[in-house]
Nanobody
């Protein structure tokens, strides 16, 4: 299973970033893919998800309107477009299949830091 997040970085409040999740075609075909984040000292939580069947999307209420999850099947990639970023968005961001595998596998995350 390959689920590697990338695209993080340092951005000023109000700025934007697009994260990418590289995965395999088989994973995209079989599973919904979610974006998760873990802020310092906090538990990792899911913030957005996209269905493998019909592309329907789900967001936690706090991120609706700011974050957009999408997928490009030709590139086997799922994206998270993040706009109007706030300091409280600072976290390590991960992507994973939903539900998470029983093995507890987590790929590489990407650090997002929102600071002036």
């Amino acid at each position: 299973v390959q689920l590697q997040a990338s695209g993080g970085g340092l951005v000023q409040p109000g700025g934007s970033l697009r994260l990418s999740c590289a995965t395999s075609r088989s994973t995209l075909d079989r599973y919904a893919i979610g974006w998760f984040r873990q802020a310092p000292g906090k538990e990792r939580k899911e913030i957005a998800c996209i269905s493998s069947v019909d592309g329907k999307t789900y967001y936690v209420d706090s991120e609706k309107g700011r974050f957009t999850i999408s997928r490009d099947n030709a590139k086997n990639t799922v994206y998270l477009q993040m706009n109007s970023l706030k300091p409280e968005d600072t976290a390590v961001y991960y992507c994973n299949q939903v539900p998470v595998a029983a093995t507890g596998y987590w790929g590489r995350g990407t650090q997002v830091t929102v600071s002036s």
